[in-house]
């Protein structure tokens, strides 16, 4: 399974930006699907994830301010993130758990801006 993750980019604090990440093939709604992101110097954490049926899982950090969907007809999960402050800053990486498999996209930049 491939993961291209697109949406990223810079904006200024309390901007928004919407994150897609595309799987090259069905991922099947009862797998999660999802983001963590990686800030410079922090350890990869996980942001929000969704299984078809079951309500989403998100951070605290992005409770109220981020909103993940997936389009399962089109291998696609999003994540909408409103009121961005400087913290959001990372690269945000997409993935799916297919079983026991992980798989990961290459990776996207936000940068915030004050």
């Known amino acids: 399974v491939q993961l291209q993750a697109s949406g990223g980019g810079s904006v200024q604090a309390g901007g928004s930006l919407r994150l897609s990440c595309v799987a090259s093939?069905?991922?099947?709604?009862?797998?999660?699907m999802g983001w963590y992101r990686q800030a410079p110097g922090k350890q990869r954490e996980l942001v929000a994830t969704?299984?078809?049926?079951?309500?989403?899982i998100y951070a605290s950090f992005a409770q109220d301010r981020f909103t993940i969907s997936r389009d399962n007809a089109k291998n696609t999960v999003y994540l909408q993130m409103n009121s961005l402050n400087a913290e959001d800053a990372a690269v945000y990486y997409c993935?799916?758990?297919?079983?026991?498999?992980?798989?990961w996209g290459q990776g996207t930049q936000v940068t915030v801006s004050s």
């Open positions: 993935y799916a758990k297919v079983g026991t498999d992980v798989f």
């Open positions: 093939q069905t991922i099947g709604g009862w797998n999660n």
């Open positions: 969704k299984r078809s049926g079951r309500d989403p």
